[in-house]
């Protein structure tokens, strides 16, 4: 189940924001489409993120993507069990399945909400 | 489309780099490698191949998967919008395979795409590409006869335009090289002459063009290309850094 208070980037990263704490995931649709995931590789703690540029990497069989974050800030936790439990990302991709915590600076600018990205998605096909 | 002479690692894989981020139409090349070396898949440890010779020449990809042994082999990288291909990347996979498929036929050399319901491993089982076929990968009787790897990214220009982009790298085994004994390879049915080659090349071109619906036509890199695969070769691909970052 999808939560409702989720904003949405076009290359399909979520972000809930709470106070001024964004925690960053991908989609159900960016993980189904990925395939069977092997790696991933995240920021530590303490680095910076900018809105819009890559914040880490994950691997499926044999494709490597980035992952774009859609705020700008410093990295407050990390989701280190992640990386040994990638099947998280198919039971919960908005759950337990979370990948950073960062307090935020600035936020992308068209970051959409769940209708437009269900819109978004459709016309990706 | 590029057709290149074999080139060094560190400058291969900048090519390749600088076309998945400045080629404003999609692009086929073809090449080699001199001297031959090995790529490691973009998340593999260096430290998993120190029983290889001193000599051996390393350099780390941006695609992933397994590490593959670069001899004598028809190497081919597609850098193009991700629209051109179906968004599913094991569905880009078949799409692509299955021209190779073709293109390998009409050169006399039969190869099939594993299919299989079986789960692959949470985590590549060997350090090798070519060592465990998977579901997707061309198979000839005598194993896997091409590496295929991917790196999907978002590139925006300067004047904030998007684009989603996709490289996709392919090796295919001319003649089976010396730490991949256990690789198939097209010398095991044709023998690779320089028309079998030619022939090989026009085959793959036509094949892929037609299944991206596209037209093909010979080009050369932009100024723009030339300078960004020098830049990230020096900085990147070169760089004993990167290869050592895992």
């Known amino acids: 189940m999808r939560p409702d208070d989720l904003k949405f980037q076009k290359s399909h990263e979520w972000c809930k924001v709470e106070g001024d704490t964004a925690t960053i995931g991908i989609s159900d649709y960016a993980v189904s489409h990925l395939s069977d995931l092997v790696f991933l590789d995240l920021p530590d703690v303490g680095s910076t993120v900018t809105a819009g540029e890559s914040f880490g990497e994950i691997e499926s069989v044999k494709a490597v993507s980035n992952l774009y974050s859609p705020v700008t800030g410093e990295v407050i936790e990390s989701n280190a069990d992640l990386g040994d439990n990638l099947e998280w990302l198919s039971e919960e991709p908005f759950g337990k399945a979370w990948m950073v915590k960062v307090k935020i600076s600035a936020t992308a600018p068209d970051l959409m909400d769940g209708a437009a990205y269900d819109a978004h998605c459709k016309a990706e096909g | ?246």
């Open chain 2, 1 to 246: 489309m590029l057709v290149d002479e074999p080139g060094d690692a560190a400058h291969n894989m900048a090519v390749d780099t600088a076309l998945l981020e400045l080629a404003t139409t999609p692009t086929l090349r073809i090449y080699g490698w001199q001297p031959h070396a090995v790529s490691l898949g973009y998340f593999q440890k260096i430290a998993d191949f120190d029983d290889l010779p001193e000599d051996t020449v390393f350099v780390r990809r941006a695609t992933g998967g397994g590490a593959i042994h670069h001899g004598d082999e028809l190497t081919f990288s597609l850098a193009l919008d991700a629209h051109h291909l179906p968004g599913d990347i094991a569905a880009s996979y078949t799409l692509l395979h299955d021209a190779i498929v073709r293109a390998l036929a009409k050169v006399g050399v039969p190869c099939h795409r594993v299919k299989s319901d079986k789960q692959p491993a949470a985590r590549p089982s060997d350090r090798w590409c070519f060592k465990t076929p998977v579901a997707g990968d061309l198979v000839t009787d005598a194993g896997k006869l091409l590496g295929s790897a991917q790196r999907r990214a978002r590139l925006t220009n300067d004047a904030g335009e998007s684009r989603n982009r996709v490289l996709h790298h392919g090796s295919l085994v001319l003649t089976r090289p010396s730490h991949t004994p256990f690789v198939a390879a097209v010398a095991d049915h044709v023998t690779p002459t320089g028309d079998l080659r030619r022939e090989l090349h026009s085959a793959l071109i036509a094949e892929l063009a037609k299944v991206l619906a596209l037209e093909a036509r010979p080009d050369k890199r932009t100024r723009a290309e030339e300078s960004m695969a020098a830049k990230v070769s020096n900085e990147q691909f070169g760089n004993p850094a990167h290869l050592h970052r895992r």
